[in-house]
């Protein structure tokens, strides 16, 4: 009779840490807009959500908030996937940063200081990941 193979290990993300995690992509989030209307009232938009008289796509503006967005859902579900969707998400952050250098340097700057947040903040959630 063969045995049956060695059930593998689950990894989740641990209760406490998946709670710092959906506290801190809020905090991302909100710097995100913060950035995004202080720019727009200085008459410095970031260039995905354009000037008032000449707005971009609703659905371009909710283009740097759907990865955060994913990592707190798969936070509330302790998921083992939140670092790597982290990770993921500081890189579009910083790519939508990258698009502003030319026109918009300042508000440039505070999205990549944003994005370097929304790494650390990833790179660390790999602390909160459990065996079990």
Do not use: H, Q, Y
Request: positive net charge; charged residues 10%.
């Amino acid at each position: 009779m063969d045995a049956p193979p060695p059930e593998l290990p689950r990894v989740r993300l641990v209760t406490a840490w998946a709670r710092a995690t959906v506290i801190a992509w809020i905090v991302v989030m909100a710097g995100l807009i913060a950035v995004v209307v202080s720019g727009r009232n200085v008459g410095k938009p970031a260039w995905w959500v354009g000037p008032e008289s000449n707005p971009t796509l609703f659905i371009v503006w909710l283009a740097p908030f759907l990865l955060p967005l994913a990592t707190i859902v798969l936070a509330f579900r302790s998921s083992r996937l939140v670092p790597i969707v982290g990770v993921a998400a500081a890189v579009v952050i910083a790519g939508f940063a990258f698009g502003d250098v030319a026109d918009s340097p300042g508000v440039a700057i505070l999205e990549g200081v944003i994005a370097l947040g929304a790494l650390c903040i990833a790179l660390a959630t790999f602390a909160g990941l459990e065996r079990r």
